[in-house]
């Protein structure tokens, strides 16, 4: 299935090779059988890698061609003879981990493209690769092993870590980053904020947005998103939090470690979330709230209040999700009774 | 009303010329009567060509002072007099067309800016226009006419059949496309998708994407719109297909042919949608569902499940158009009454 | 708080020019006593001015270690001793001047980048200066005092006035604007309408889009927001108007002064707002409607009806903000009813 235009495999790795790399446990084949890639289930074939969990694709797992599939303990049992057996405690997990074996990410090729304007003072780590048309402030510092993409900006005074990779088109400014960053496609990172006050005639004077962005450790910023910058102090996105496509966040939003936010949601300014929270797609949050660690944020949510650890909210305006999922049986039922509907009709 | 210096016409062209690009049947007026242009009922003058279709523009054609109008069959006795008559089964696509003959699509302007850089083993067509610091990998496989506007990146790899437009600042990568595609300013095609699994300590962990995106001919991808590529296998847009600007669609999303998806709207990973099916503006639809063919789901709708072939829905989370439209009538009508509202109150 | 390397000083000032900055009334301090910046209540320290508005900040206010606050006439008594006290009716006007003093929006260093890409027949006023990579179509023409970010694209014949700010990969097209027109990073403007006829086939034959897009003074288009031109006449935008990140305005849209279009909400094409209109973040307006003066909509609504002025309305579907409070409130009781609930369960 994989297109070897786009995706070359680094090479052949026995399965004692991709039994390390999965970290799982090679229960049955060959440590010496050679394969050449990975592969969905169900169109895998003999020199490929699949993976199963859960009911749902046991099926497909009953009838795989793979040379190899990762499964858990408990469906070791409905592996095909012939196919080599790994086992995980979490099949994706080490599946990822084998595909990744197969399709590193993308290393640089050291070297900055003659085109690119890269300004007074700036330090650049070993072994970065500086694309085409990269446009570079003064006294940025970039640490080693950064890739930057065609056309990728980064405004004066910006700090990345070790193995950030900017990819194009995407800019950046009043920014501190950590290692390990992905800015995808488009990504606008350290914009002003959207802070203004009406003058006596009505007109709007901007408050000078005067604070930073800071990405933590392997924080990924999503193609087109926005991280506007904190207004006094910081916008913050914790540890390995990550924003999918076309997501807004406000200035001096701040999430904590392993948050996720997925497309097109939006986190209105000073909001703050805890560790590993969840916010769906379109869903949408006013400013100065607080959510808890580990809260679930359901799609096209509208949340106007703190929500607390641990809890799940769903509706606009949200509830928990009991309650949102109870209201909507009930209005159902009503609408469907012939004396409610006709009785004020 | 047209502005010359963003709009100038082609040339002037008589009503025999008119008729004949738009299909439609002069049925009153000089065929030799020379036109310059096209504009609104309401304000074309006796110059140009207006169109009217439906009661709405009723009074304005009643009054209108253009050189000529389309119309349909039904509307030709409310054309004043003075005025030329093409009739056509559908006046808007005839003026559209008409509209084409005066103000064609930009052609290219043959020729690669100096500044452009073009990777080793590309193939670039017959008269490819290549913009002021467009980018373009290894072995990009350009076909005839196409035109990439300034600051456009092309992956390596990536294949364009004939007439694809990509607009400035639009970026692409693992895709393969037919041809007419077009790619509106800032479009970003084939990004990675949202895929990852927490590993022993939470930390996640990307799952490669190893997939790509095929845009099947004349499909057009809005500004700042963001199509994922697959995360194993493709990410489909059937032939004729339109997303509108900043439209979100996931990894291994399917559209079928000549798909409508306006602005804001966004599909989640996997979902497969028929023929000619339309989503509204800031709908969405979560992953792994299948919308039948010429199912059309309504603004800010939140879809779920499966939508049959055919059928219109609406709501988050979306109902049948006729279901909604009664559970807003009925919270109405619930709201209103006093009993209900004090009994618990 | 505030980071020299982002934000650095353009210098200390002492309180009268600080005062006359403002447009505050110095009440207590030493008018010759310097500051040399500003910060947050709780952060700033005896070199930095504040300022505390409404009962929010009472106890910030009251605990500050500021230099000197700027507070309304009511709470000019609750500042601590030996912090200088300016007076203002609006104290966050005041504020955003006095740090518009100590941080002026950025200055133009004049002069074109030598790899700037500039068309025949343009005109550049004083002052301008133009970054590296930018691409200026033919007969542009730029006020004077305008800066154009890195890789910003101008497409032919546009007209912008004095102090105006395209930034980072902003691209426009079709468009007149006023002075101080700001485009934010990724700001989409003028782009092709999302205008199309279904032919014969059922094939979409796109509607020459020839209408134009006007900003007027100080106009803002936030990041990655996008504005389509109109599709026959103009998309307008009203003097101050201000687009929050990631908005979209279809063709024809118009507005009137002032208005403020929060993130990630959208416009449908022929929408008409009065002045002052709000539409708060993720709301959703249906085509050709009438928003009147100083309407509010709420986040995440959808409005597909016209608009009374004055009116706040919420919901999706929209109604006044008291009936959409009414319906969630109604719905929430009667999902507690166990009569409602059991009867048809």
Avoid: W
């Amino acid at each position: 299935m994989t297109d070897a235009r786009f995706h070359p495999a680094a090479g052949e790795f026995d399965l004692a090779a991709i039994a390390a790399s999965a970290g799982a446990e090679l229960v049955s084949g060959d440590p010496s059988r050679r394969l050449r890639g990975v592969a969905p289930l169900n169109t895998a074939d003999g020199g490929e890698l699949a993976f199963a969990e859960g009911r749902r694709n046991l099926e497909a797992l009953r009838a795989t061609a793979a040379g190899a599939v990762v499964v858990a303990a408990d469906q070791v049992a409905e592996v095909p003879e012939g196919v080599a057996v790994l086992r995980a405690r979490s099949p994706q997990l080490a599946f990822a981990r084998a595909a990744a074996l197969f399709h590193p990410p993308q290393a640089p090729r050291p070297g900055i493209h003659p085109t690119a304007v890269i300004g007074e003072g700036c330090r650049i780590g070993e072994g970065c690769e500086i694309g085409p048309y990269a446009v570079i402030g003064r006294d940025v510092t970039l640490g080693a092993r950064c890739i930057l993409g065609p056309h990728v900006t980064v405004g004066d005074g910006c700090v990345f870590g070790d193995d950030c990779h900017l990819q194009a088109h995407a800019s950046v400014a009043f920014c501190l980053a950590g290692n390990e960053v992905v800015l995808h496609p488009g990504a606008r990172v350290g914009n002003e904020g959207f802070g203004f006050v009406p003058d006596e005639q009505g007109r709007f004077v901007t408050v000078p947005q005067l604070g930073r962005v800071i990405l933590e450790d392997r924080v990924q910023v999503g193609a087109n998103s926005c991280v506007d910058r904190g207004a006094a102090g910081d916008t913050v996105l914790g540890a390995g939090t990550r924003l999918d496509n076309l997501v807004m966040l406000g200035h001096n939003v701040r999430t904590g470690r392993g948050c996720i936010v997925v497309a097109q949601a939006g986190i209105s300014g000073s909001t703050v979330l805890g560790d590993y929270v969840t916010v769906a797609a379109q869903a949408g949050l006013t400013g100065h709230l607080r959510i808890g660690t580990k809260a679930r944020i359901g799609a096209q949510s509208g949340v106007m209040n703190d929500v607390p650890a641990g809890t799940d909210v769903l509706g606009s305006p949200s509830q928990p999700v009991r309650d949102a999922m109870r209201g909507y049986a009930t209005l159902r039922k009503l609408a469907a009774r012939k004396d409610v509907t006709d009785r004020t009709g």
